[in-house]
């Protein structure tokens, strides 16, 4: 098994690609049927209708995508402890079907805990953009990550 990434790997301004996702009319229609069944979210005309502008993706659903990638590409990769929550989030534009999101984390800072010397946190700035470059949402949250193991 590859070396994880630890605490000590982490330096602001760093940025980790997380790759892609494509997002289908199929998925957005499933996702907010059960979670956010707002008529824009579900039905194509009422889309159109609407401020969105046509069917759009739940912001939930748009974030969930995401925090795959975020998973994926990074946290899976990592001795990530889990997070005590998100700072801030945006939601920037609306995803529409056939909309492909790409996402990057870039690190904004971290820092030793001093009430346990076993963890770091780290704050990410989390970027997803659309196929034209636009941002689609943003968020920044501390994430806890172990460190190595030191040496007395």
């Known amino acids: 098994m590859p070396d994880l990434i630890h605490f000590e790997d982490f330096e602001p301004g760093q940025e980790f690609d997380l790759g892609s996702v494509t997002v289908s009319k199929e998925d957005i229609v499933e996702f ?3 979670f956010d069944p707002q ?3 579900v039905d ?3 889309g159109k209708a609407s401020l ?3 069917l759009a993706a739940s912001g939930w659903h ?3 995508l995401v925090m795959s990638l975020l998973a994926k590409g990074l946290l899976n990769k990592s001795t990530c402890q889990g997070s005590p929550g998100i700072s801030s989030l945006k939601w920037m534009r609306p995803v529409f079907p056939g909309d492909t999101l790409s996402a990057r984390v870039e ?3 971290a820092k030793s805990l001093r009430s346990r010397q076993d963890l770091g946190l780290v704050t990410i700035r989390l970027t997803t953009t659309n196929q034209a470059g636009a941002n689609v949402i943003q968020w920044e949250n501390p994430i806890l990550f172990a460190k190595r193991d030191q040496q007395a």
């Open 32 to 34: 907010a049927s059960e």
């Open 39 to 41: 008529p824009f979210h």
């Open 62 to 64: 748009t974030g969930s």
């Open 52 to 54: 969105l502008g046509g």
């Open 107 to 109: 690190v904004v800072r």
């Open 44 to 46: 194509e005309e009422a």
